[in-house]
């Protein structure tokens, strides 16, 4: 099992930046992809961002529309640590956002391809 704990959330104005991160422990060797999804209040949890990589130096980023351009997902292999830099924030990014790891590469943008959670950190983006 895999313990991921998020970090960096926070209150911003809009047009701010915020960067959370997500440390891993655990059986960590087995991991070959973490995510970020977020849930605001009364909608569905959604993917943000996720990263998979085949070594330390070839990763691949994805990232959900709505924060192509904005968001920025990277992993620090030595520290077992994702990073999401969030720039430009607008009050619709607003929710609890959730790291996730996965074992398999593959559906990176479900939530099903993820086998464990962290708590969740919130960000509030207000206008």
């Known amino acids: 099992q895999v313990q991921l704990v998020e970090s960096g959330g926070g209150l911003v104005q809009s047009g701010g930046s915020l960067r959370l991160s997500c440390s891993a422990s655990g059986r960590t060797s087995s991991n070959v992809a973490m995510g970020w999804f977020r849930q605001a209040p009364g909608k569905e949890r959604e993917f943000v961002s996720a990263i998979t990589w085949v070594t330390a130096w070839v990763t691949s980023a994805y990232y959900a529309d709505s924060v192509k351009g904005r968001f920025a997902i990277s992993r620090d292999s030595a520290k077992n640590t994702v990073y999401l830099q969030m720039n430009s924030l607008k009050p619709e990014d607003t929710a609890v956002y959730y790291c996730?790891?996965?074992?398999?590469?593959?559906?990176?943008?479900?939530?099903?391809?993820?086998?464990?959670w962290g708590q969740g950190t919130q960000v509030t983006v207000s206008s």
């Open positions: 996730a790891a996965a074992k398999s590469a593959e559906t990176i943008t479900q939530m099903s391809a993820y086998d464990d």
